[in-house]
């Protein structure tokens, strides 16, 4: 069982951190995901995998509110994230609401999305200053440690039109661990990277799944690296799971017809 | 006519009353009616984009009507409307410019702020910062790098406008060397000195704004 992973039983409760339950996300008259129902305990670490389209990226995305679901329910942490069920009533959590869970959730994009009217500097203190209300002498001592940690200290004045992709992608990693997420949301954070910048940022990640407690929510196509960080691997095809299990299982003893046809595509 | 067409001595006598027209007025309303302009005109903007649709509806209207009746109309009908309560003339004509010139520079805010990209936004909820923080901190600070150019334009093209406040009798610089002529019956020294302080004016700015139009490229 997933729970038995979470290494902070006091806080969590037994609860999941995430638990998705009957959600569905329609995009006009493509249904993307029909009846999902999945939880992620604290800690844990959870990849999922599957061709393009199977609506993996919108799972994230439904966690991160940037995406409205359309029906159906998110927890984090106890907490409903978009909609709550009041006495069978489906009723929308109002923004400020909102706001606070997501706090707890950072987010890595495929394309960095560093801000570029900012430094490096300035794109990881912004957050800790105008959302957690850090002085700006707190936020920058943090950056610094963060910068450090993905090997960007020497960087921290640069425009990000200064940097290469696989450096950009380090400094949107600093920027969302400065708001000290409990739960991080990493979309296909190589996917738009040179195949030689790949590894110092799956390099940085693998650094932080070791020495955090961080839960994961993982999209990517690097299996090695699915392989390594993961404690469970999720195989989805059109917008349900196809099978789940230990990265060593999915990956070497697949159960499924569908999943060996997509390992075998994509190894 | 015996006289020669040009006259340095109307030239010298008219160009004093042009320079005071032109700073006492023509440049007054031009500055006070640009910074109305570049407000608002965000102002507009960010209501169409985020208010709903009975506040966003109205505004639209009002701003299509606005860009589609002339200047010289609206001049002279505010000027009928609120003199009674307004003593200042020029701050009747100042508005009037402001509010027409809001309603183009509105557009060019809205062309600026679309062409910030989506992943921005997604990136400021990613990390939960308020409305009002995303647009201070990220989205109006590259809207307005793009729009610039544009904007500067428009400062100029209302400028070459300031003469239509004539209309309403203020004297402005136009109106000045129209006077003179009128007096004098010499137009050419100060009709031609009156454009050449236009040109003085608003060719180093157009010089400057296509520099930064290169710059931000």
Redesign the interface.
Known sequence: MPENTAPDGATSIGAPHIEFRDVVKRFGDNTVLNDLNFTVAKGERVTLIGPSGSGKTTILRLVMTLEELTGGYIHVGGAPLQYEDQGGKRVRVSDKTRRRTTTQIGMVFQHFNLFPNMTVLENITEAPIHVMGLSKAEAISKAEGLLEKVGMSDKRDFNPSQLSGGQQQRVAIARALAMDPEILLLDEVTSALDPELVGEVLAVLKDIAAETDISMLIVTHEMQFARDVSDRVMMFDQGSIVEEGSPEKIFSDPGHQRTRDFLHAVL | MNESWWSWDHAAAVLPMLLEGFFKYTLVATVLGTLIAVVLGLIVAMTRRVAPGFISTPVTWVVEFIRMTPLVVQLVFANLVLSPYIDSTLAIGIWVLGIHYTTYMAEVYRAGIDSV?K??W??A???????L?TWR??VI??AI?STLPALGNYAISMFKETPFLVVIYIPEMVRVAQTYGGDTFRYTESITLAGLIFLVASYPTSVLIRRLEKRLA
């Open positions: 990209p992943g921005q997604e990136a909820t990613a990390l939960s910062l308020p409305l923080r901190a990220v600070p590259q790098r």
